[in-house]
């Protein structure tokens, strides 16, 4: 059994407080959000990050330094964190946005002349455009991944008509279904080497491998590094030779200054972060749209509900409208049931599946228990999303857990009247787009990016918060009226008793839903959470508190687009030797993202094709 399914089936057998040894080493996993959300968010009881086993994240530039990810919460780790807080707001997701719709139509475009029978692995189709939309923000390079050549698309061709369990599973070991294949140039390169990093990091946790450095694994650690490092390298010396916009992560963080001094950070530290950002950014947003992808074709009644969603706002190709609408920026707000199905998906496949680890720096209690100073505790996100202490029927996929009662009505109503009347009639728009236009959502106005309601608005700290910017777009108004706000909200906040639970009193589950959704909140636009099993506090795809994901609005924006497009575009069908929904989850690895080990083998019907 892989590592997260132990630690959920430990949580099952021995409570919500439990300590396991890594070999001499004593860890307290935690999955009650009573004892783990003091511990994240700010106050007397938050844990420091516990840097050693995210050191193996330093690989990615040579000679090795602190990144962001590995870091403790140093001035510089500040100074790189506001770097790309700043890089990552809004209005410049907003400037990125056509170079993500771009890419994706590049793709789409390559996919449909590919035709019906041709097998694809959609994990490695996701990291095609990731590694595209990360290149544009990270370095203002297009890497031209989702530039398909032929000798890519005849293997897939090769693939569909003589693919068997056995061969899928040899040809791609590693998850991503073994890029180079047919895929040139930069992008290629990097599908390529993160191929192999990812597998030799994870071997890494094996103390072997970490103590007998001439084994393969960290041989291989050493040499993918460098070959990352060299990518790195390459990106930075064209990144400084023509300067990428300014909304990019490069320019931001080219400019970051350390606070007090005004010095700049190091040439190094430059690209050790922009490494970090761009091996963080792309391998997690490309699974989690392949677990999205897996859920939908495998979920038809989801998959009606949210192509009637699509089709209402004119977004998904027909036999009648071969052509959908272009989709454009003020559509992501008005997309509301695939907000519900991206979080669910997240819900149940959390690519960050093992968690967050931490560490106590002196004595302190944690409920009922005495944590000595120096102790790892563990907070593992997959065990927390799928706990039957937290969520009803948590193995099941329903989005319409994210949405409000009528909502979810609604939806079910145009899932059931889709159905009835085949897909043909909801692509051509006849269906009723249920969950459509958010008569809120003005021209302008940002984006409900899918987990605004599941990242709670953090208020603590001096830094920015990333979850805050996203549900409320305070990143248009000026650093002093958005500590206003703040500070207001926190003072409504902690009036209501949603916040300031920092004490380890239990609250019963159902009561903790009475916190308020995002949707509440000044300029709020998340969706509104009703249905009682949901607790936003079970729910941790990009953590929470000062280390929460800082790359969560480029993901949400992409996810959001990314899925629109293929979705709207593509029917997508497992092929028949991934075992269904079944065999899927049972390759389901951890390599240090939760990936489909050997890839997820799909075929493709263009909607404007009859069924
Ligand atoms: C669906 C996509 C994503 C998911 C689920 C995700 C999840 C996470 C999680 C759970 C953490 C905390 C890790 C820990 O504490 O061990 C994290 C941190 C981080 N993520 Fe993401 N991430 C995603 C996309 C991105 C993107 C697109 C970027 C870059 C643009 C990014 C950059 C980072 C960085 C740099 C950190 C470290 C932040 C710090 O410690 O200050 N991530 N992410």
Known sequence: MTSFRVFHEWAKAYGPVYRVRFLWRPVVVVTDPDLYQPLLRSGPAKLQKYTAPYKMFEVFVKPPRSNMLSSAETPVWKAARRAAVAALTMNNLRLCFPHIT????????????????????????????????????AFGRDLEATVRRPQQQQQESSAGSNSTASSSKQGSSSGGGGSGRGISGRGGEVLEVMRHLVVAMQARNNPLNRWLPWRKAPRDLMYWGGRMSDLVLDLTADMEAAPPPPHSLGAHMLAARLQGSGEPLERLQVMTELGVLWGAGFETTAHTICWTLLLVATHPAVEAALLAELAGLGLAASPEAPQPGQIKWEHLAQLRYLSAVINESMRLYPVVSSGTIRITHKPMRLGPYSLPAGQPVLIPFFSIHRSPRLWQDPDEFRPERWLAGEEAAAAAAAAAAAAAAGQTAAAAGTGSASSGPDESAAEGEAPAPAAAAATPAVVDDDYVDVAADISAMRDQLPQEQRQQQRQQQQQQDTSKGSKGQLGTSRVPVQQQDAAPAAAAKPGGSGLEIKDPSVSRRGFLPFSEGSRNCVGQALALVELKAVLALLLGNFAFRLAPEMGGLAGVDADARQAITLRPEHGMLMSLRHRSSAS
């Open 102 to 137: 771009a890419v994706s139509q590049r793709l789409i475009d390559s996919l449909a002349a590919a035709g019906p029978d041709a097998v694809h692995d959609v994990d490695l189709l996701a990291q095609q455009i990731t590694v595209d939309v990360i290149g544009m923000a």
